[in-house]
């Protein structure tokens, strides 16, 4: 068990401006993160300045800006951003907040509201034909996907369900990306960030149709570590499961926070036509329901004798390359992978019928699918009428993780007080509602 010094206590400078529930309620991975002190902003300002000497948006979105912090330091950067629009979750900073908009009134702009929990936003939306992720965003600029990015995001998230949201938004055209690509900037939790940017080399506990799916589609570079101590709410105790498989993973800088940069491929939509996003996305998510699942047998349920095919391959294969040529390889967290150059057309060498899904990279899947979608025998197999039938029930349900496409053993989500459940959110009537908070267990004995 570890036990870490706090910075951020109730006789910081700054403590009166916090809720005391910041405070008293210790998450380990929770999903609203707050900037607390002035030391990590002038880090986080100082890491990301090499970036913000080159990006071409002068839009800036923060999310759970909180007191303000991190918020004056964009509002330091004049000549490079022109507008800030700070979106925030809880109720209780939104004053202080809008000073910032009266001081401000033409660069900034205040709007309550949650991107941490857009995945939510987006199944209210479907549920009534409501306008909610498209009026937190409607300060954005619409753009094309392969046009620089609208705005640069902000903030620190610790919500497996924002990156999966991420990976639809994508997919289905829908959501954050709807209006274009974005510039992020994020503190995430080092689990998190692992599991998303692993190679298969760490063991199929990690290595998944998530992992999978966001490198393909994402551009990530780790920038530095942050100290924990200085994010609101407080860090609750780490402990470690002796013998857990998370146990390699979840014990790797628990006292710290990684600062990022993800951005969406601009070339995906070139290696996959939108026209083949939802197809894609369901060849990963159902071949990985078991990574053990071997390719050949199970291609060959789709399109008979395709084997050979994929054992006798005339084709070259194109080799991937470092995306950042500067980066400091030895800085890099433990089992994180280094960001490459995406191919369609990166073979898996001597393919054979024991090689297995969870032995492919994310490009050499990509690959798979790119030959599998063009097989003659594409449009008349098995798969399109499952995958249609797939987003019938997705439809029925407005549920992305419906039952059949759940990997074994899948990595749980995060539990939060925010956190609510689909059919908590089908209860609500308005949009008006707040959400229920998770339900506890009761500890009264019978």
């Not at 046009?147 to 994508?170: Q, R, T, W």
């Not at 197809?279 to 078991?290: E, I, M, P, R, T």
């Amino acid at each position: 068990m570890l036990h870490f010094r706090r910075f951020v206590h109730k006789g910081s400078p700054f403590a009166n401006l916090f809720p005391d529930k910041l405070f008293n309620k210790r998450r380990k991975l929770p999903a609203h993160l707050y900037v607390a002190d002035t030391q990590l902003v002038e880090q986080i300002n100082n890491s990301i300045e090499p970036f913000m000497q080159q990006t071409k948006c002068d839009t800036a979105i923060e999310m759970n800006p909180g007191i303000g912090l991190f918020t004056r330091k964009l509002l330091n950067r004049e000549d490079r951003i022109r507008k800030i629009v700070l979106i925030e979750f809880m109720e209780h900073f939104l004053p202080g907040l809008q000073d910032l908009h009266t001081l401000y009134p033409e660069r900034v702009k205040v709007k309550q509201g949650d991107i941490v929990g857009l995945w939510k936003l987006s199944f209210q939306d479907r549920m009534d034909n409501g306008t909610r992720v498209a009026d937190m965003l409607c300060d954005l600029k619409k753009s094309e996907y392969n046009d620089e990015p609208i705005a640069m995001l902000f903030g620190a998230v610790g919500c497996y369900n924002f990156f999966k949201h991420l990976i639809n938004s994508i997919v289905f055209q829908n959501g954050l990306f709807s209006w274009g690509r974005l510039e992020m900037y994020l503190a995430i939790p080092p689990p998190l960030y692992i599991h998303l940017t692993c190679s298969n080399e760490i063991g199929y506990m990690f290595y998944r149709s998530t992992s999978i799916l966001f490198q393909m589609m994402f551009e990530y570079r780790f920038i530095t570590q942050l100290p924990r101590e200085h994010f609101l709410p407080r860090q609750g105790e780490n402990t470690v499961v002796k013998g857990s498989k998370l146990q390699k993973v979840e014990s790797i800088n628990p006292e710290n926070l990684y600062l990022v940069r993800i951005v969406p491929r601009r070339n995906f939509l070139d290696l996959c036509p939108i026209a083949d996003l939802q197809a894609l996305w369901y060849f990963v998510k159902q071949n990985c329901v078991s990574r053990r699942n071997r390719i050949i047998p199970n291609l060959e349920k789709l399109v008979p004798r395709c084997g050979p095919r994929l054992i006798i391959n005339s084709v070259a294969s194109e080799s991937l390359q470092p995306l950042y040529a500067d980066e400091n390889v030895s800085a890099l967290p433990q089992y994180s992978k280094r960001c490459t150059t995406m191919s369609n057309r990166n073979f898996y060498p001597r393919m054979n019928i024991y090689t297995q899904f969870g032995d492919l990279s994310p490009s050499q899947m990509l690959t798979l699918f790119t030959q599998f979608r063009h097989w003659p025998e594409y449009s008349d197999s098995s798969f399109l009428a499952s995958l249609e039938s797939t987003l019938l029930k997705m439809e029925a349900t407005a549920d992305e993780n419906i039952t059949g496409i759940t990997e074994e053993d899948d990595v749980p989500s995060d539990i939060t007080d925010e956190e609510v459940t689909l059919e908590d959110i089908k209860k609500t009537e308005s949009s008006e509602v707040k959400l229920p908070k998770k339900k506890r267990k009761s500890q009264t004995s019978k």
